[in-house]
């Protein structure tokens, strides 16, 4: 089956990139190769204490592991358009390079040409406090929603072909973004506020405006965004799932299970190796194959192929 994960945050864990063969964290590259065909949205993310300089933190990171697929192209091997992904679904570990807040973009246009250029297809707008593009669910309300220059950020990427993430946006931006996009956009690690009332999680409103994009919802494992104790288990997966699911159908649910960026994991949960855990409790939940297949990556696909060039 096609497994296809909207966000992790391993690269911002390890030292070098030949890490991500294989580490102590939540992902590496060969226990996701257990899976047939796996896809993961490798997101460069710099911690609390790393924001002094966070565009400094992620561009590192995204240029080693650039350097690492140039070293070992058998080892990391990167999508980059809509054929490369094409190719991957004849089978092995394949990953997509990501960025999560656009002050990897220092303000600039013409660094997020340089950043497509490179290879990086997703952006999340911001993380936990307001950048030059837009506030955060978290931030000061610093534009109410979109700045100016986020607006051309946005027209940009989807010229260019690049996936547009509003995990960790106000939902003053939520809808700046949604009022002027015309391709599908992902929230791609985010679950429900009905059911988990956390504001990082979508208002019903808001998973049904992603839908009518065709985009997709990313389910996060994150505790304390699957129950607002945080104590969670494999069926509270389930359950944001069915929520979605009864909102909009099945066409717009995939993963987002954020390893590496979330602690603590449902129960049963070390890391990659037990995903299939979620896919065979949607089984026993009575989704039928071809259900579990869109949720489990089909999704995502379908939305990266119409995004990427
Ligand atoms: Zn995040």
């Known amino acids: 089956m096609l497994i296809f994960d909207g966000h992790c945050d391993t690269l911002s864990r390890i030292n070098n990139p030949e890490d991500l063969i294989k580490n102590g964290f939540h992902w590496d590259l060969e226990r996701a190769g257990r899976y047939g065909t796996y896809i993961q949205v490798l997101a460069s993310f710099a911690d609390d204490d790393l924001r002094a300089r966070p565009e400094v933190v992620m561009a590192s990171q995204l240029e080693k592991a650039i350097a ?17 992904l094409k190719a991957a679904t004849m089978g092995g570990v394949y990953c997509i390079l990501g960025a999560e807040g656009a002050e990897i973009f220092k303000g600039s246009l013409k660094e997020l040409e340089r950043w497509f250029q490179k290879g990086l297809r997703v952006v999340t707008l911001c993380w936990n406090y307001d ?25 940009r990427m989807q010229e260019l072909g690049m996936v547009i993430d509003l995990s960790h946006a106000s939902d003053e931006t939520f809808e700046d973004v949604l009022s002027c996009v015309n391709s599908p956009v992902a929230a791609t690690h985010s679950n429900c506020r009905a059911i988990c009332a ?112």
């Not at 697929?69 to 980059?80: N, V």
């Not at 669910?137 to 100016?148: D, E, F, I, K, N």
Request: charged fraction near 20%; hydrophobic fraction near 40%.
């Open 68 to 84: 690492f697929e140039d070293a070992y192209p058998d080892r990391l091997r990167l999508i980059r358009s809509a054929s490369d």
């Open 131 to 155: 950048n030059e593009v837009c506030d955060s669910v978290a931030g000061q309300r610093t534009h109410h929603g979109l700045s100016p220059f986020g607006l051309k950020v946005v027209k």
């Open 198 to 309: 956390n504001p990082r999680n979508l208002t019903d409103a808001q998973i049904i405006q992603i839908a009518r994009t065709g985009g997709v919802v990313g389910i996060n494992f994150y505790g304390y965004f699957l129950t607002n104790t945080g104590k969670a288990q494999i069926k509270d997966i389930i359950i944001h799932i069915e929520h979605i699911a009864g909102l909009v159908g099945t066409g717009h649910i995939g993963l987002g299970c954020d390893f590496d960026g979330a602690n603590p994991m449902p129960g049963g949960i070390m890391g990659v190796e037990n995903l299939y855990l979620v896919l065979e409790a949607l089984g026993k939940a009575n989704y039928t194959d071809q259900d579990i297949r869109m949720i489990a990556g089909g999704n995502f696909m379908r939305l990266f192929t119409q995004v990427l060039k």
